[in-house]
């Protein structure tokens, strides 16, 4: 299962559509191919009947970042734009004053509506990627 793996390409700003088991090998190349998708998969044989594919081989998230951004690098400023639960763009959002994550960049997903702000588990999310070799502050 590659779920976290997609969040954290999420995080990232790729757009990542993730489907969980009980899905055939036929539908998911079919989605592929109508939505122009590389395909991120485990599975040696269905990475050979899709092109464009990336097998993944490690079973570590972490590895797993290493592997696909060894490949396809991440473009920085498409980080924090996409919404880790569905895949929707985030945009930026005005709340009350009050509200303490009002000065901390609230954004919104723009499909499912939740809330995202910039805090300390943003940090840590820099600073995991960092540690792995994915983002390096210049």
Same mark, same amino acid.
Request: glycine share 6%.
């Given at each position: 299962m590659l779920g976290k793996l997609s ?16 899905? $055939? ?10 939505? !122009? ?9 269905? !990475? ?26 991440? $473009? ?22 009050? $509200?303490y994550r009002s000065k901390m960049n ?31 502050? $210049?």
């Open positions: 969040r954290y390409l999420r995080i990232l700003g790729f757009s990542v559509q993730y489907e969980s088991d009980g899905i $055939d090998d036929n539908r998911i190349i079919g989605i592929c191919k109508e939505n !122009s998708y590389i395909l991120i998969t485990r599975d040696r044989i269905l !990475s050979e009947k899709y092109k464009p594919s990336v097998l993944i081989h490690s079973t570590d998230t972490m590895n797993q970042i290493r592997e696909f951004t060894s490949i396809y690098p991440p $473009d920085r400023s498409l980080a924090f734009t996409r919404c880790t639960s569905c895949n929707g763009n985030l945009i930026s959002v005005k709340l009350d004053e009050n $509200d609230p954004h919104m997903c723009d499909s499912c509506g939740k809330l995202y702000w910039s805090g300390t588990h943003t940090a840590k999310i820099r600073e995991t990627l960092e540690k792995i070799g994915v983002w390096n502050e $210049d």
